[in-house]
C-alpha cells in the first residue's frame, strides 16, 4: 500500500518539517488527556500528534481539508466557523492551535473561544507567523504579494511579533510558560519562492486566483498533487539541493526565526 500523499509531500517539505518539529518539541505530555488541535489543514500535524497519544479532535475551517484530514487519521475530525467553537466549556485538556489566526479577521473573539474550551490548569500551545516588520524575509514576502495589506492569501494580519503573541496569551488567562522562533531567512525565503511559484502554476490560465482559507499554496488534496504533474517530479529531483540550501540557517543562529510558537497554561 502507498504512503498517503499527504506524508509523501512531507517528505519532501521545507518549512513544514520544521514545523512539524517546533510543535512536537513543545508538546506537553498528552497521554490519557482529550486534546484539541485547530488548524488541522490536511491532517499532516495531525497524523504526528495522534502518533504522541491521548485523544485528539482535529478541526479546520475548509472543508477540502477536513476530507483530507479524515481519509488521513479516521475520525474525530471535524469542520469549525471562524467564531464559535463547538464544544463545552472547560471540556479539553490541552488546545494546539497551529498557524491559522492570523487569517481570522476577528482573532480576539477566536482567542477567547479557545481559552473558554480549555479546563483552568490545562495546556495551550500557539504557532503563528511572527509577522516582523523590517526584516529581509518580509520584505520578500512583500515584494511576492503575500503580505495582509495586500490581501495575501486570506491573511488578516501578517502574524503576532512575540510580544503581542504574549498580550493576546495574556490578556485572555493563559500565563506564557515560555516562546521560542524558528524557521530562519534561508528557509523562509525559499519557502516563500516556492509557494510563489506553485501559486502561479496553479492558478495558470484563471481569470482570477480563487484562494482557499489557508491560501493556494501548496497542494490541499491528493487531486491538487497530481495536477502538478511533472513539475512536481523536478521539485522532487531538485529537493536535495533546496534541502541543502536551507542548511544554511546554520550559519546564522544569532538571527531570530520567522515563526514562533509560544506555550503556557489557562490560570482562570
Not at 44 to 57: A, D, K, N, P
Not at 158 to 185: K, T
Amino acid at each position: 500500500m502507498s504512503e498517503p500523499w499527504q506524508l509523501q509531500l512531507f517528505r519532501r517539505s521545507l518549512k513544514k518539517r520544521q514545523t512539524v518539529d517546533a510543535l512536537l518539541a513543545h508538546l506537553p505530555p498528552v497521554e490519557g488527556r482529550l486534546c484539541l488541535e485547530l488548524g488541522c489543514g490536511t491532517g499532516l500535524t495531525s497524523h504526528f500528534l495522534r502518533e504522541r497519544g491521548g485523544t485528539w479532535v482535529s478541526c479546520d475551517f475548509e472543508r477540502d481539508h477536513v476530507r483530507s484530514a479524515k481519509a488521513l487519521v479516521g475520525d474525530r475530525v471535524a469542520q469549525i466557523g471562524e467564531r464559535e467553537l463547538p464544544f463545552r466549556s472547560a471540556a479539553v485538556d490541552l488546545v494546539a492551535a497551529i498557524n491559522f489566526l492570523e487569517h481570522i479577521e476577528d482573532d480576539e473573539t477566536f482567542f477567547a473561544e479557545m481559552v473558554r474550551v480549555l479546563k483552568p490548569g490545562g495546556d495551550f500551545l500557539f504557532m503563528a507567523p511572527r509577522g516582523d516588520h523590517g526584516r529581509p524575509g518580509f520584505a520578500l514576502k512583500r515584494a511576492l504579494g503575500f503580505t495582509a495589506d495586500q490581501e495575501g492569501f486570506g491573511h488578516a494580519r501578517d502574524g503576532y511579533p512575540l510580544p503581542a503573541a504574549r498580550a493576546l496569551m495574556e490578556r485572555h488567562g493563559i500565563e506564557v510558560q515560555g516562546q521560542q522562533s524558528y524557521c530562519r531567512l534561508f528557509t523562509e525565503s525559499l519557502e516563500d519562492l516556492l509557494n510563489f511559484a506553485y501559486h502561479r502554476k496553479a492558478t495558470q490560465g484563471k481569470e482570477t486566483a480563487e484562494q482557499d482559507f489557508h491560501g493556494d499554496t501548496a497542494p490541499m488534496s491528493a487531486d491538487a498533487l497530481d495536477k502538478v504533474g511533472t513539475a512536481y517530479k523536478v521539485y522532487s529531483t531538485v529537493y536535495p539541493a533546496l534541502r541543502a540550501w536551507t542548511l544554511l540557517d546554520h550559519l546564522i543562529p544569532f538571527s531570530e526565526g520567522y515563526m514562533m510558537v509560544a506555550w503556557g497554561r489557562k490560570v482562570r
